[in-house]
């Protein structure tokens, strides 16, 4: 990773919370996509990771307060936010965006679909800890991995195999 | 068999439809009409998924039941459909809790699986997600 990318994403956490979409909840999300530009312009990534990028923001101000989804959501924190980040960059450049989203246990999923029975998802969530699964026609799997810096083979495996 | 102020049955029956209300613009493609498994993955605190029994309702009093969770963001983007037998298939269950009228919780997800517990709601709700109708919401 970039160390100044890194930097400049550290100052994310010291973000005002706001209302998403209200007036204050424009300039918030005005000053994190700032971020997100200068991070994405200090790695070069591709099209479709910016796209992802941007999602991220959108998720997070989405998502930063209690029952987000009306049934009582834990909030998706900072710092769940920031790994997301990361992990999208650690994605191989060849891999279509994924469907961002949060989940109720407040961890941010992406999920690449490719039809019926032909799904697969990963969900980054406290200490970097990565939940995945998925189903291909009759073969369903699912395990866990940690996200450091490298995504774990199994899941770049699991990836690949939905969208190949 | 005992009634529910509902005056539905107390016990959900394999048959029966149920839906999970979405509020969350996420939790749906509306391009790919589908619903997310994200959208099918329990609460944390409870271990429960919170659903509403449809059975022998016109679709106006469908999107009526989901009044309460409509006025937590003031948005409902649709609902997802699914038959109770389709989640008993998971070794789930669908049990009954009033009130709100027709109120129920899919219950039995796995516990105390330490790291791996995640993985396997993950899973599960991959499958429901699958199996489930996304029905959109025009009128909010």
Redo the contacts between chains.
Sequence with gaps: MNLVAANNFTSFTSLPSSGAKSSEGNIVYERIMDYVEKYNQSIAISGNKRVTNDELCDVYLECKNPNWDGYNAIPVSIEICKAALKFTQALPIDIPAPEVSAEADGEISFEWYQGTKKIFSVSIGANNRLSFAGIDGDEEWYGVSTFIDQISPKVISGIFSIII | MKKLPSSLLEKVDDSEKITR?I?????I?KD?N?V???AF?????NLQ??VSRICDLSDENIWALSK???E??KKLYGRADIEAHLIRNEKLNVVSSEPPERHANVVGWHNNDG??Q???H??I???L??DAKLVLCSSK
């Design positions: 209300f509020i969350y613009s996420r939790f493609n790919r589908r997310k498994s994200s993955i329990p609460n944390p605190s998924l919170s309460p969770v409509y937590i963001r790291k791996i995640k993985a396997r993950k899973k709700a991959l499958k997600a699958d």
